[in-house]
């Protein structure tokens, strides 16, 4: 069971959009060689003012290229990289899996899944009204945050778009993402 990888991005300083790349290096307890959010402590400003010295649990941004297909519909035009995504994938159902996840990416690299990412105002600042898109209401009324997934990078390796994705689920009973 698995995917493959669609696109790559980095970018090395703030800004909402990645560029795309012919490969990035995931780097073990780090997440992405030369990108703004990696780290082994938080790097995303708003979680720095909170306080700088916790752990970053959001290394690496991963987002399924099917979500841009569904915003297409409703109007919007969104490319790989486009969301502030490091990986962009394709065939895997990433908000479905559970905390803890190991997912391979290429020969090497492997990436554990931490958590939802929370979709940010910049969303509708780069397209008006597309972050109605990507957070919805469950059949409880719960919110839905569909703006991929983070992770932290647990072995090394060089990622490039149309490598392969292998997911390992962790061991039961399986604990739902939630915001990180």
């Given at each position: 069971m698995g995917g493959t990888i669609a696109a790559v991005s980095s970018n090395g300083t703030y800004s909402f959009s990645k560029p795309n790349r012919e490969s990035i290096t995931l780097l073990a307890g780090f997440g992405v060689e030369g990108d703004v959010h990696g780290g082994a402590t938080?790097?995303?400003?708003?979680?720095?003012?909170?306080?700088?010295?916790?752990?970053?649990?959001?290394?690496?941004?991963?987002?399924h290229e099917e979500l841009f297909e569904e915003v297409r519909r409703a109007g919007f035009e969104v490319a790989a990289g486009e969301l502030g995504e490091n990986v962009?994938?394709?065939?895997?159902?990433?908000?479905?899996?559970?905390?803890?996840?190991?997912l391979r990416l290429g020969e090497?690299?492997?990436?554990?899944?931490?958590?939802?990412?929370n979709p940010c105002a910049q969303i509708d600042g780069f397209r008006k009204g597309l972050m109605k898109q990507v957070v919805g209401?469950?059949?409880?009324?719960?919110?839905?945050?569909?703006?991929?997934?983070?992770?932290?990078?647990?072995?090394?390796?060089?990622?490039?778009?149309?490598?392969?994705?292998?997911?390992?689920?962790?061991?039961?009973?399986?604990?739902?993402?939630?915001?990180?």
């Open positions: 938080v790097k995303h400003r708003f979680r720095m003012r909170k306080d700088p010295a916790q752990p970053n649990l959001r290394q690496v941004h991963l987002l962009t994938t394709r065939g895997i159902d990433l908000l479905a899996l559970p905390r803890g996840t190991r090497t690299a492997l990436v554990e899944v931490t958590g939802l990412r209401r469950d059949e409880h009324g719960r919110p839905r945050f569909r703006s991929g997934i983070m992770g932290i990078v647990v072995t090394d390796g060089v990622v490039h778009p149309g490598d392969p994705v292998d997911i390992g689920l962790p061991a039961g009973p399986h604990q739902e993402l939630d915001i990180v």
